[in-house]
T-cell receptor, first 116, second 110 residues
Framework: DAGVIQSPRHEVTEMGQEVTLRCKPISGHDYLFWYRQTMMRGLELLIY????????DSGMPEDRFSAKMPNASFSTLKIQPSEPRDSAVYFC??????????????FGPGTRLTVL | SQKIEQNSEALNIQEGKTATLTCNYT??????LQWYRQDPGRGPVFLLL?????KEKRKERLKVTFDTTLKQSLFHITASQPADSATYLCALVGDDKIIFGKGTRLHILP
């Protein structure tokens, strides 16, 4: 398996523009997580899905952020409109449920977002 | 509020020695704790998981301890090598939440 795939790897956009980040989890994994990482705040969980259903979105910072998982092999994280403070590295991760939702997670390479 | 702290931002260790990283937490009762390794420009990679009823876990040169009384986990790398240089993150899981520490940058000096 190729692992978790994220695209794009880098995104530079201007304030106010819509940004869409994409993720393909490892085949067979039933949990998918979106994280944001900054120097100031570290790695923060934004939202996670189980079997394509959003379970906990309490980490989503504002209504400007939305996430979808239309099928088991694809998820998107959208920011509309984007702001400079959204600049960060966004990671997608997936896992296979065994004894709980937060088992060994497999992270993608991340998308580095810069909002000017 | 829940807080998780990793002992220092950076740690320099001589090759061959044991590196010990610390993860402390407050206002939290995790069911288990995970350690991840992160290299520059890459996503974190899972290393070990230890449950609240386990005192110690080992995997090759890695050892993790979990003291729920002290609210602390120690992560040891024995016979350290320059290839072990990376950032190490601890993550606490409990109450259906996961919280990551900011990580410790470990440098193994040849």
């Amino acid at each position: 398996d190729a692992g978790v795939i994220q695209s794009p790897r880098h995104e530079v956009t201007e304030m106010g523009q819509e940004v869409t980040l994409r993720c393909k989890p490892i085949s067979g994994h039933d949990y998918l997580f979106w994280y944001r990482q900054t120097m100031m705040r570290g790695l923060e969980l934004l939202i996670y899905f189980n079997n394509n259903v959003p379970i906990d979105d309490s980490g989503m910072p504002e209504d400007r952020f939305s996430a979808k998982m239309p099928n088991a092999s694809f998820s998107t994280l959208k920011i509309q409109p984007s702001e400079p403070r959204d600049s960060a590295v966004y990671f997608c991760a997936s896992s296979l449920s065994r004894a709980g939702s937060y088992n060994e997670q497999f992270f993608g390479p991340g998308t580095r977002l810069t909002v000017l | 509020s829940q807080k998780i702290e990793q002992n220092s931002e950076a740690l320099n260790i001589q090759e061959g020695k044991t590196a010990t990283l610390t993860c402390n937490y407050t206002n939290y009762s995790p069911a288990y704790l995970q350690w991840y390794r992160q290299d520059p420009g890459r996503g974190p990679v899972f290393l070990l998981l230890i449950r609240e009823n386990e005192k110690e876990k080992r995997k090759e040169r890695l050892k993790v301890t979990f003291d729920t009384t002290l609210k602390q986990s120690l992560f040891h790398i024995t016979a350290s090598q320059p290839a072990d240089s990376a950032t190490y993150l601890c993550a606490l899981v409990g109450d259906d939440k996961i919280i990551f520490g900011k990580g410790t940058r470990l440098h193994i000096l040849p």
